[in-house]
């Protein structure tokens, strides 16, 4: 693609195009930060859970895999 946009435009630096606004495109930031924080609560409670009761994390292993045991038959 690259060799495309050169050939048509043969003056044109290949990063002049990245000063280049976009009104259309403003992201606003801090907007996902009360999913982060939610996500990152939830892999942290996993974390907690997977040290302090493994038999769980066995329990849920057991439970993934007889489940796609059973698709497959």
């Given amino acids: ?6 050939d048509k435009e043969p ?4 990063a002049a ?4 606004e976009v009104p259309a ?7 996902g ?5 939610l996500g990152l609560t939830l892999v ?4 907690v859970l997977f040290v302090v009761r493994p038999e769980f ?3 849920g292993v057991h ?3 007889t489940r796609a045991a059973s698709l497959v038959h």
């Fill in 44 to 47: 942290a409670g996993a974390g």
């Fill in 63 to 65: 439970l993934f895999a």
């Fill in 33 to 37: 930060g009360l999913l982060e924080l």
């Fill in 57 to 59: 994390y066995e329990a």
């Fill in 11 to 14: 003056e044109t630096a290949l």
């Fill in 25 to 31: 495109r403003d992201v606003t930031p801090g907007g």
């Fill in 1 to 6: 693609m690259t060799q495309h946009v050169r």
């Fill in 17 to 20: 195009s990245s000063g280049v």
